[in-house]
């Protein structure tokens, strides 16, 4: 949720520099965007929208500057508009801000009674306020930002300028991510490694509360007793071309066009150099699994595969409700917490809470450094390499990947692995198999075509597929807008099937043999009231007579349970992606949504 930069350096670029990092972020919020910089004094230049009205308008400015501080925003105080973007100056202080401050109302009523007036509705003038106050009083500006930091309650990153000294950025962060990047000819403050990969490799994180005081040519950091601490530097090994479409109309399309490597590269890691493999889930008394979003339908493929196989109970539940289960929670607990950002704040208040109530917490994390993946006890990442689209595609997939290996991991734990060797060569197999599933876009095309005029599609499945339905239906709704509902095929025709009526769409999978009847007599319902229905099964069923009930039929490769809910979500993801499409969506950048969700 919004992105943050800041740049200072020996040269006069700040401005273009900002924003081409800032680009880099747009993913994370795009709804207006802003940059304050010094051309002798500080300039602010704001604008509603998408980055690249903001670049238009700096165009006919002069922009020369050695710094720069850039927000791009996802709103969550005020209505996306330029007096609501970021950044906001009060007094001699500057700042761009990416979280939320929840006692912002408290803190205002306060500034209002010692002076200060506010233009914007956001919290952020607020935290802005609060620090000049700060400043004003202490005459000290790292103090002022750490006595601010005492009173504001929330979730932030901030990168300041003081008016005094327009040549220095200081930064703080406490539960949003920022790190620190050491360029060539400047040092930068960003939300994240996107933004900075062209310039610099070289980086930092910031601890919770660390102050950090940045030149053109040094980075000092403090902690909150205003100690000067040191900072390991670290070298990213994501290049900037990973953020790039590489010839891809969407990054979307490209992600899911990357997956049967990562997902290859999963097992391959599983079966030779499995850094995870001392993890023993069979020895806690329950499971937990807390994720949100399509994160959380990863966790629910996931508990179904260490029920149905490794015979492991587990419970899945949506981060934000975790808390109401609090009472559940134990230190024989495990909590599998699962985050491709790794910075999502319900999940990892979640986490929190569990550590608190002495469980042992492992991450399932895509993103190397993040919060989540620092926090937990035990980390697995998936490497999926990063993910610009909004709507996850690898993300999900890679961590279903993760899940297969601790059921495969706790069933040789518990002596229950059959087909050891089969299932083997099929996860090791995975690579040309989803290609050849990938390639197939035709297919997806073609039922793309007789779906997307339509304003409601349902998805039903039962058992492993029925957790698979749950992405399948998000995938369409928030890229192509298209309202779409995910149902137990069994649990329609106590309801829902009410909706279905002349060419209602219902996508089905049926991918298990032994519930394969069954899920064909739940569409045969839907078929007999009308619905264009659409089939997808594996091609051990190639000699079945699927025209009396299935308008089309895709067959995927037959394989174990373990795989197979991948090779049905990428056909989904196509689906998806071809009905967003068609409908002219901005697949990339699906309104109202940003990519990672750091506020509760
Ligand atoms: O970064 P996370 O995996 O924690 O994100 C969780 C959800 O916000 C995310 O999966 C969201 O549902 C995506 N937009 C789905 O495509």
Request: glycine share 6%; with cysteine; aromatic share 10%.
């Amino acid at each position: 949720m919004c992105g943050i930069i800041g740049y200072t350096t020996n040269k006069k670029d700040a401005v273009e520099i900002a924003i081409a990092g800032l680009k880099n972020l747009e993913y994370r919020g795009y709804d207006s965007s802003g940059i304050a910089y010094n051309d002798g004094k500080i300039t602010m230049v704001k604008s509603k929208g998408k980055i690249a009205n903001l670049d238009d308008k700096l165009k006919s400015l002069d922009t020369t500057s050695s710094i720069a501080i850039a927000h791009t925003r996802w709103a969550t105080h005020g209505e996306p508009n330029e007096t609501n973007a970021h950044p906001h100056k009060v007094g001699k202080v500057t700042l761009v801000h990416n979280g939320i401050i929840e006692n912002y109302a408290t803190l205002k009523e306060e500034l209002i009674a010692k002076g200060y007036e506010f233009k914007s509705e956001t919290d952020t003038e607020v935290a802005t306020a609060y620090i000049d106050y700060c400043y004003a009083t202490y005459s000290d500006k790292l103090k002022a930002i750490v006595e601010a930091c005492k009173k504001i309650r929330g979730s932030y990153a901030f990168d300041i300028i003081f008016e005094d000294e327009p040549e220095t950025i200081y930064s703080t962060r406490k539960d949003s991510p920022l790190i620190i990047g050491y360029g060539k000819d400047g040092n930068f403050a960003a939300s994240d490694i996107s933004a900075i990969l062209s310039y610099t490799n070289k980086y930092s994180l910031i601890d919770e509360s660390d102050v950090v005081r940045i030149t053109k040519d040094n980075v000092t950091f403090y902690n909150s007793n205003l100690e000067e601490v040191k900072k390991e530097i670290k070298i990213a090994d994501w290049d900037a071309t990973q953020y790039q479409k590489n010839g891809y109309d969407h990054f979307m399309l490209k992600e899911i066009y990357e997956q049967p490597k990562v997902i290859q590269d999963i097992y391959t890691r599983f079966y030779n150099n499995c850094d995870y493999s001392d993890l023993d889930i069979t020895s806690f008394e329950k499971i937990h699994i807390v994720a949100c979003g399509s994160a959380m339908h990863a966790a629910l493929v996931g508990k179904y595969l260490l029920q149905t196989y490794a015979k492991i109970p587990a419970m899945v539940e949506v981060a934000s409700e975790y808390r109401y289960a609090e009472e559940l929670i134990t230190p024989k607990t495990l909590l599998i917490v699962v985050s491709q950002s790794g910075e999502t704040a319900d999940t990892l208040a979640a986490l929190r809470l569990a550590k608190e109530k002495g469980a042992y917490v492992v991450g399932i994390v895509n993103a190397v450094g993040s919060t989540i993946a620092r926090e937990v006890d035990k980390c697995i990442y998936t490497y999926a390499g990063p993910e610009i689209a909004v709507a996850t595609t690898k993300g999900y997939t890679t961590q279903v990947a993760i899940f297969a290996t601790l059921a495969i991991n706790a069933m040789k734990k518990n002596n229950t692995l059959v087909n050891e060797e089969k299932i083997k060569s099929e996860l090791l197999n995975v690579e040309n198999v989803l290609n050849t599933i990938i390639s197939n876009r035709e297919l997806y095309l073609d039922i793309a075509q007789k779906i997307y005029t339509h304003n409601d599609v349902f998805f039903i499945g039962r058992g492993i597929d029925s957790a698979v339905c749950m992405e399948g239906s998000l995938k369409l709704k928030e890229i192509s807008y298209t309202h779409s509902e995910s149902y137990s095929a069994g649990e329609l025709k106590h309801g829902t099937i009410s909706l279905i009526e002349d060419g209602t769409p219902v996508i089905a999978l049926a991918t298990n043999d032994d519930l394969f009847e069954k899920t064909v007599s739940n569409l045969k319902e839907t078929k007999a009231r009308g619905a264009y229905s659409i089939f997808i099964t594996t091609d051990n069923y190639k000699d079945y007579n699927f025209d009396e009930f299935a308008d089309k039929v895709i067959m995927l490769h037959k394989t174990s349970e373990f795989l197979q809910p991948i090779l049905v979500v990428v056909t989904l993801q196509l689906i998806a992606y071809e009905v967003a499409k068609l409908k002219g969506c901005d697949i990339d950048k699906p309104r109202n949504l940003a990519k990672s969700v750091t506020v509760e």
